[in-house]
Every structure is written in C-alpha cells, then in structure tokens.
C-alpha cells in the first residue's frame, strides 16, 4: 500500500462534538500543546487506521470563519496555511441551521471537505429528519451521519475522508454560494485580476481572495501585501472601489450583505433536507388551511360540512333505526300476548313502552351527530370553524373562541356552557352563555326527526339543517342585541390557536362518542322513563266510561250499515269498501281515545294551555308534549308517543301515522320545530346556567327570553305559512 500519511482537521461549532469524535478516533496517542503564538489549546492526535498513518487535529471550536477571534483565525490559517488533506466538519444535527453557516464558509476555502452530521441520536429524538443524499448533492460534500459518544459511525467517517484525501483533485466545478449580481459581478472584476502567477505567490483560491476582499478582511488583506508587495497594490485598490460601489448600492457594509446572503442560501438548503415531524405536520397543515380556511371558500366549506353532518346524521341513522323500530315493536307485541289486559299491561305497553320505545330509536341519530363533533374536535377542524366564524364573531362583540362552546351546543348544552369557562372576560361568558341554547341540541334532534321525517318526506335532512341555521342566526342576532344592551364591551383582543391537524385514531373517537352518548341513555333510564310513567299517568286517569257507550253504539251501527252495503254491492267493489269501513272504524277509535284524553287531567292541562299554542299552530297534545320538554327535550317525543299514538298499534310508526292522521299540518310540524329550536334550556341546562353566571337572574333570563322568542318565532312561521298557503 502506497500508504501516504493524511492529515485530518476536525472543524465545527463549540460543543458539536468535536472532542468527543477526537478521542474515540485517537484513544490515548493525544497530544495537547498550544496554538503557536496564542493561548488556544492544540489538540494532536496519531493513529494508524485502515492501514493509513492519520494525523488528527482538533481545531478550536467556532461559528465561523470571520477573522474576529482568536479561534476563527486559528481555525481558518490552519486550513489555508497548513492544508490537512481533508477537514471534517463536525455539525451538530440537533443545530442544523446553525452548524451550517460554518460549513458554507468552510465549503468556500479550497480544501477537501466531509460533513459529520453528530448527535444525530439527539435529532432523531426530536423528531428532525435530515435528508443526508440531499444535503451532500446540494453542497457537493460527502455526508456521514455519526454519533460520537457512542463511535456510531466513525469508521464510516474516516473512511470517507480517506476515500476523499485518495480522489484526484479538489473539486474545482463545486457549486457556491452565489450572492447577488451585484456583488458577483464585484466579485468577477477582482477575479480577474488575480492573474496565475499573484494567485500563485498568494496560495488561495481565487473567488474566495476576492471575498476576502470584499468583505474588507483584515487577514487576508495583510497576507496580500505580505507575500505579494507591490503587485497587490493594484487589487487592494480596486477592492477598495467595489465596496465603494456596493456600499452605495446597498447602503449596507458589503461584509453584511454576503453575511445575510449566505443565510437566505442556508435557510433554502434546510427548506430542501430539514424536517421535523411537527414541521411536516404544520407543513401539511398549512396546505390544507389554505383550503379550509379560505377568504371565500371557508365558511361555504364549513356549512358544508355541517350540513353533510345532519344529512348523515339523518340517512345513516335510518337504518339501525329500523332495527330498532322492529326491536320495539317486537317487545311490544311479545308483551302484548303475554300480559293480561288491565292496568299493569297499559302502564308497560302505553306508558313505557311508547314513551321510551319512541326515543330509543334516536339513538344511532344521537350515536352519528357525536362522532361527527368528535371528528370536527380529534381532526383539529374545531378550531378553524371558530377561526372561520372569528369575522361573524366580531359581528356581535365576541370573538372567535366563543364559536367552539357554541358547536359544542350542537351536542349537548351543559358541556357547551362549562366549555366558556375559557373565556377570559366574564361579559363574553355571560353573552355566550345567554345565546348557546340557541344552538340546537342533539336531544332536540328526535324531535325534529319525528316533525321533518313525518311532514317533508325526502327533504327533512334540508329542513332540519335549516332548523339547525336559524338558530344560529338567531344566536348571533341576540347575541348583537345583548351586546348593545345589557352587556356592553369591547371584545379583547387574542390569538387563535390552529392546531396541526392530525389523522384522528378511529378508537378516540369512538371513546369521545360514547363517552358523551352514554348521557343519552343515561336519561332514557331516568327521566324519560319516569316522564313517560308521570304522562301515563296523567293521561289515564281519571278514569270515565260514559263515553264508550256512546261509541260502542255508533260501531254497532257502522258494522251494520257496512255489512248490508258489502253483500248488496258487486264483487268488485267489495274490497274499496272494506277498506272504508276499517278507515271508519279506525278513525272512530281515535275519537272515542280524543274524548276519553279530554278529560282526563293531562287532557284538562292541555285544554287549559291550548290557547297559548293555538296562535302558533300546535294543538293542545303538541302543547303538552312542549311543556314536557323542560324535562328534557327527547320527552317532546315520548309525550307525544303516549298521546298521539292511539289504538292498538303500538309499532313504533305509530307515532307518524298517529300524527298525520291528527290533521297536524306541514306548517304546523315547522312551527313546532322552530319553537322546539328556541324554547327554554331543559333542566340540566338550566341549572348549569345558574352554576355558570353564579346569578339565578340570568337563569330566569335565559329562561323568559328564550321562550318568548321562541313563541314569536313560532307565530312568524305559522301565520305567515298560513298567508302564503291563503294567497297559493
Ligand atoms: P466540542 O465542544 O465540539 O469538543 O464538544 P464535546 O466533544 O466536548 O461534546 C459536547 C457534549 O456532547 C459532550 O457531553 C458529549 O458527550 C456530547 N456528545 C458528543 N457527540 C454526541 C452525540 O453524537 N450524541 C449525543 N447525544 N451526545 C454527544
Ligand atoms: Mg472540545
């Protein structure tokens, strides 16, 4: 082997790990001394290594290679003067950037070059990836990953330095840092002055002198005159004139000028091989906000998600409803036969079973409505809507925040209103508090179900996202109005937070959803049982025969005059008049139920109240159902399952047939829903309201407002419904 001692310089920041590679490379065989001439420790090394006699030296730590300090210009004369064959720049991969102004430099002197990325082991723990091909393509120096407390890939190192000491010249065709035309141009015109023979005499590469020079640096300008004499004369001169011109040009010191373009070079070099795992995310993030969080497309985006959420909400939910309907309706009809007719089998079967039977089938509704809110939440799209809504916001006083405990009222109330404890000012609290109620809650969504499902057929998943709007404007109208009025304020200023986005873990989700649906049925064994036994109840008792002998007589005689009409008619048309004959008989039924309802007490409340709702469109069984409803909102639905759905028929469709038949009008089911939208908070709303202002004032408040406003909302819908149908 042709073996030829190498002499290897260990370059980099303090504290990149210099000394660290230095020993694990040399072992004991150091020797410590002097720089000649300074007090900078001299670190020498000898070793034999891959059958190479190599020469390590540990050159004082710096950021640079300016000729500021002692170490700088220790560091930079051992390269220019001494040669080694290759300098190992040690970079310190956890301080990518920061490493790098040093490597520039270095790469800009005319020596051989190798890039140590250590503490490699430290970036990767935080999550920084570094493309190593990348790095060494775009600055044309080989590139070792190393980490030197644990001799990870330190022969590696080495034997790239030795591969490189061993190829055949320095690299001349090296791409640079270019700087600006001006300053190229500069460059140029003192490059070429440096004819072979001065650039001979002076040892250095040409481009790099006229930086030097340039940036007016000292050291150089001092060998210059030293080794050139008189022939640099002319040089100097004309570096004097091209700072001269680049200051008037920039009106900055040149030496500022290169320093900051040698920076944007770096900050492009890491553009190209520096990620973090954060970094990607907010990258990724960024692109997709671009979108989301569009001027214009941003909050269209937005009320099509919600909406895209009721639709599913709504058609999805169809289908395990059916399974639960059947589910129902089986349990119904098992108990049917099982069970002796009397009073115990009317309390299960028209108490309980219609009451709870009514609103269990809510419960995928229910199930898909929270895994949406979960998904808006776990996504990080939560907060771009509050972002979204920050300008609409702005509209009534409050700012952006207060948007999140509002959607959050699309779930559930009571979390919503704790949710403004992140409010800062106690006004915006008050104010967020007062007009989140209007944000309709998911146990209202049964009742819209069963309204929009039985009266708008295929457009109830429009019709309930329209519900769903208008209270939102509402919410911010009032919200407008209090701000004006009551809680006068300016809102203070803030920052949104937007989250990176992140894929949300499908089993959080489910958590979050359950977590929260858990309260649904939590209720359908508490209040609503209880509320449909109280309406049971109520609806049954007293209990007042008189009327059925009344209506045992009017069936006698329409089975008669049917039964001689049947055998005196064709054959043909026998069948149109059965079905006549049961519509009759049915409808007689419900009569003789609407008579027997009447008077009894929930019948004597209903007629008592009737006249409150009659302008409003809703009769006095609607009306009941509604003053349930402070009870809790799906109990609308289960009042109504025990007072519309009459006869027999317990199946769960009962109830939409029931209210059809009721005569209850389109208009009227719109009337109700808007009136369900608005009305009084339930009673767990209602005492958080209380917990959360710390005033029963503004619980009274919230109470009185929100229903007057909903029954003229309700008066709005009805009577200008019936105008239009007047005038159609
Ligand atoms: P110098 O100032 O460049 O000579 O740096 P040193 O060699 O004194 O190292 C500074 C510190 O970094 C020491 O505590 C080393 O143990 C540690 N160190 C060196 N290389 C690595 C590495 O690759 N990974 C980690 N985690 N620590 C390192
Ligand atoms: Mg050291």
Redesign the pocket.
């Known amino acids: 082997m042709s073996a030829r001692p190498l002499t290897i310089a ?1 370059a ?12 694990t490379i040399t072992g004991t065989r150091q020797k410590v001394g002097n720089w000649p001439g300074v007090t900078v420790e001299k670190k020498e090394g000898r070793v034999e290594k891959f059958g190479r006699s190599l020469t390590i030296i ?1 050159l004082p ?1 710096t950021y640079s290679l300016t000729p500021f300090s002692i170490e700088e210009i220790v560091a930079r004369d051992y390269i220019l003067e001494q040669r080694p064959d290759v300098v190992i720049d ?1 970079i ?3 301080n990518l950037e920061r490493s790098l102004y040093l490597a520039t430099q270095l790469r800009e002197l005319d020596c051989k070059i190798v890039f140590a990325l ?5 970036a990767r723990s935080r999550g920084v990836k570094i493309d190593g091909d990348k790095l060494s393509s775009l600055l044309d120096v080989p590139v070792v990953f ?5 001799r ?1 890939g330190i022969d590696a190192l080495l034997k790239c330095a030795i591969a490189l000491a061993d190829a055949d010249s320095p690299p001349e065709a090296r791409r640079r840092v270019k700087y600006s035309q001006d300053i190229e141009a500069s460059l140029r015109v003192l490059q070429e002055m440096i004819d072979p023979s001065l650039a001979a005499r002076l040892g250095y590469n040409a481009r790099w002198t006229a930086v030097k020079l340039i940036e007016d640096d000292q050291v150089i300008k001092a060998h210059l005159q030293a080794r050139a004499g008189e022939a640099s004369q002319p040089l100097l001169e004309a570096a004097q004139q091209q700072r001269r011109q680049l200051y008037e040009r920039y009106n900055d010191e040149p030496e500022i000028i290169t320093t900051d373009e040698r920076y944007g070079y770096i900050s492009g070099i890491i553009k190209e091989v520096y990620t973090t795992s954060t970094q990607e995310r907010v990258d990724i993030s960024r692109h997709i906000d671009r979108l989301l969080t569009n001027r214009f497309l941003g909050l269209p985006i937005f009320f099509l998600f919600i909406w895209a959420m009721f639709q599913a909400t709504f058609s999805l939910g169809a289908y395990p409803m059916d399974w639960i309907e059947s589910a129902v309706g089986a349990v119904s009809s098992i108990l049917d036969h099982l069970l002796p007719a009397g009073m115990v089998k009317a309390l299960l079967l028209d108490g309980i079973v219609a009451g709870v039977g009514s609103v269990i089938v809510f419960l995928p509704n229910i199930l898909i409505l929270f895994f949406c809110i979960a998904l808006f939440e776990d996504t990080g799209y939560m907060s771009r809507a509050a972002f979204l809504m920050d300008k609409v916001m702005h509209l009534i006083g409050l700012h952006g925040k207060s948007f999140i405990p509002m959607l959050m009222g699309f779930g559930c109330n009571v979390p919503a209103i704790m949710a403004t404890r992140t409010l800062e000012s106690r006004k915006d609290r008050i104010l967020t508090i007062l007009i989140t109620p209007f944000m309709s809650c998911s146990a209202k969504l049964p009742v819209y179900i069963v309204l929009a499902g039985t009266f708008f057929g295929a457009r109830a998943g429009t019709v309930i996202f329209a519900i769903y709007l208008a209270g939102i404007l509402l919410a911010i109208l009032f919200g407008r109005l209090f701000r004006d009025a009551l809680l006068k304020g300016e809102d203070a200023p803030f920052v949104m937070e937007l989250p990176p986005y992140r894929i949300p873990m499908l089993k959080s989700l489910l958590i979050h959803m359950w977590d929260r649906s858990k309260m649904f049925l939590r209720k359908m064994g508490g209040v609503i049982l209880a509320g449909s036994i109280v309406i049971w109840v109520l609806s049954t008792f007293p209990r007042q025969y008189d009327t059925s002998a009344s209506f045992a007589a009017q069936r006698e005689s329409l089975t008669a005059r049917y039964a001689t009409e049947i055998t005196a008619a064709a054959d043909a048309d026998r069948g149109v008049l059965q079905v006549e004959r049961d519509q009759q008989m049915r409808q007689l039924a419900r009569q003789q139920e609407e008579a027997r309802m009447a008077d009894t007490y929930l019948g004597r409340l209903g007629r008592w109240i009737a006249p409150v709702f009659a302008p409003i469109g809703i009769d006095w069984r609607g009306g009941v159902a509604l003053l349930t409803g402070f009870v809790a909102k799906e109990v609308v639905v289960s009042t109504m399952g025990v007072l519309y759905a009459v006869g027999d028929d317990q199946g769960s469709e009962a109830l939409q047939e029931a209210l059809r038949a009721s005569g209850m009008q389109p208009i009227s089911a719109l009337s109700m829903m808007v009136f369900v939208l608005l009305y009084l908070p339930c009673v767990a709303t209602t005492a958080t309201i209380r917990r959360e202002t710390g005033s029963v004032r503004w619980m009274l408040f919230s109470i009185t407002y929100t229903t007057a406003v909903a029954w003229l909302a309700a008066l709005l819908v009805y009577q200008s419904g019936r105008l239009l149908a007047l005038a159609a």
């Open positions: 260990l980099g920041n303090p504290n990149s790990g210099k000394t660290t590679i230095f020993n540990d730590g040690i310190d991969a956890s250590n503490m490699i082991d430290l190393t980490v030197g407390n644990r990870e």
